[in-house]
């Protein structure tokens, strides 16, 4: 609707107030629709305002609750720094539980309470015969074992081999060999049909075992086998094991009474088994947990483990006054050896966990080190050396002093595959200082 005011001029001659009310109406026109679109920018604006002040509240909320949170957490933590700065301290006792886990349905006890004892208890309610044997091993297990237990392949024969036990290539099936009826039982129910397990009912237990008494011609094919007669069954091996109660090996031990409380007055701790525990590469264990001393560990405290052995020489000591270990040839010479002496035996603090010297030393985790220079590799009476250490035994290597600063300077590249778990002495000084102090206390 608006049109330019110049097209009125020619028209209506000088006529300004006609030419000034025209381009007033076209202005007003104009001017209408700018502010229409100014009112609409400005709603827009307000809209726009209003939902960034909503959001910024929303903001400001979630910070508020951050704070909060943040504060609630650093405060755990100084709480639980206060209380934590032992480590020895006892762990935390919870009185209603950690809040995992719940407690077991009794259906899921009895699912997994399925053991049989050589008597026949923990069997369940039920019996079986032969005759319903067949039927359920035809279906189920002959497939593997044979129609009659005789065994397919190289699947197990569950049946024959009577009197074979002694022979060179004995077969032992449950008929010639299980000394209880039990055993059958439970494993049957446990563990087959092969990839099928635990579908058998009791019921069908009874007869397949039942069936396989029969093809063993251990029953007749009308006995009736249950919970109350499977405990009493007597097998055709039953005294062919024996007790062996020697003494000196595990029966005995674990028939002692067991202390379940109070066993010892006093716990100390003496080490930490992470620096003492290895897998040797020949397998086994190599724990020096006994016999140990902390002499010469690492140490812990509040700060965390320190893995500078508390009794290693440190620096202070060095400089005051201590023996000077790095001239050891002039230290010989002015004292005839009396103070590297001394320097070697703080050195031996880093052996003693393993190794003892002197009158009366034994064999602890490591060899004893009595007359070692001169002492042929290996030959520690009764210690068990490994492979490398036994070989040198037989190639009668002896320890003499340059031997042994190279073992000592790096134990498991001078002997590959040694079993002593030390990483080796970094200083000259302290093999030279430890060599004199082995030499005057183990002669
Ligand atoms: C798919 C093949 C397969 C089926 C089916 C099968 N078994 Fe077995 N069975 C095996 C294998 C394999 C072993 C040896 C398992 C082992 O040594 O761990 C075995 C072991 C056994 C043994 C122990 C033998 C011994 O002297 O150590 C018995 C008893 C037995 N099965 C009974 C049964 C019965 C009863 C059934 C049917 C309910 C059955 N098996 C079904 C494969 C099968
Ligand atoms: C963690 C235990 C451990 C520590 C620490 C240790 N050793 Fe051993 N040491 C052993 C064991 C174990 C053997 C036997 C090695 C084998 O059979 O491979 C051994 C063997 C030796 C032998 C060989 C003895 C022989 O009869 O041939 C010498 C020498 C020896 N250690 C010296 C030292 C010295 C010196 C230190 C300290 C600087 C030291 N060891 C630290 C465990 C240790």
């Not at 086994?284 to 405290?301: E, I």
Request: charged share 25%.
């Amino acid at each position: 609707m608006s049109k330019s005011p110049n097209i009125f001029i020619p028209a209506l001659g000088g006529t300004a107030l006609a030419v000034g009310l025209a381009y007033g109406i076209a202005s007003r026109d104009y001017g209408a629709d700018k502010i229409e679109l100014l009112e609409a920018r400005v709603g827009q604006v307000e809209a726009n305002a209003a939902a960034a002040s909503e959001m910024a509240n929303a903001e400001a909320d979630r910070a508020a609750a951050l704070e909060l949170q943040i504060a609630k957490v650093q405060a755990a933590a100084k709480e639980r720094m206060a209380s934590a700065m032992n480590l020895t301290a006892p762990a935390p006792s919870v009185e209603d539980g950690f809040g995992i886990g719940r407690a077991a349905h009794p259906e899921e006890i009895a699912a997994w309470d399925v053991d049989v004892l050589p008597d026949g208890r923990g069997l369940p309610e039920g019996s079986g015969n032969a005759y319903d044997g067949e039927e359920i091993f035809a279906d189920r297990c002959a497939s593997c074992h044979g129609d009659f237990a005789e065994g397919v392949d190289n699947w197990p024969v569950l049946a024959g081999g009577f009197d074979t036990l002694a022979d060179e290539d004995p077969v032992k099936t449950v008929g010639s060999y299980w000394p209880y009826l039990s055993t059958a039982y439970d494993y049957i129910y446990r563990s087959m049909p092969f990839g099928e397990a635990g579908t058998l009912t009791p019921d069908e237990t009874y007869a397949i075992v039942a069936y396989i008494l029969y093809s063993n011609d251990l029953i007749d094919d009308d006995y009736e086998l249950s919970h109350e007669n499977l405990g009493q069954f007597e097998m055709y091996n039953k005294d062919g094991f024996v007790l062996d109660d020697r003494p000196e090996l595990e029966y005995a031990q674990w028939r002692a009474e067991p202390c379940m409380e109070n066993c010892k007055d006093e716990v100390e701790i003496t080490m930490r088994s992470v620096f003492l525990v290895e897998t040797p590469p020949e397998g086994g264990s190599n724990s020096v947990m006994n016999h140990a001393t902390t002499d010469g560990l690492p140490t812990f405290s509040a700060e965390g483990p320190s893995f500078i052995p508390a009794a290693a020489v440190k620096p202070q000591e060095e400089a005051s006054g201590e023996p000077d270990v790095e001239e050891p040839v002039a230290a010989v010479a002015a004292d005839g050896g009396g103070e590297l002496v001394a320097a070697g035996e703080k050195v031996f603090k880093k052996c003693k966990a393993c190794h003892q010297v002197g009158a009366g030393a034994t064999n602890k985790s490591g060899p004893q080190l009595n007359g070692l220079i001169g002492r042929t590799m290996g030959s520690a009476d009764g210690f068990n050396y490994s492979k490398v250490f036994t070989a040198a035994m037989e190639e009668d290597r002896v320890w003499d002093e340059a031997a042994l600063a190279e073992f000592l300077a790096r134990p498991k590249s001078y002997m590959k595959g040694t079993k002593m778990a030390f990483s080796g002495l970094k200083k000259d000084a302290d093999i030279v200082a430890i060599t004199e102090y082995l030499k005057s206390a183990g002669e």
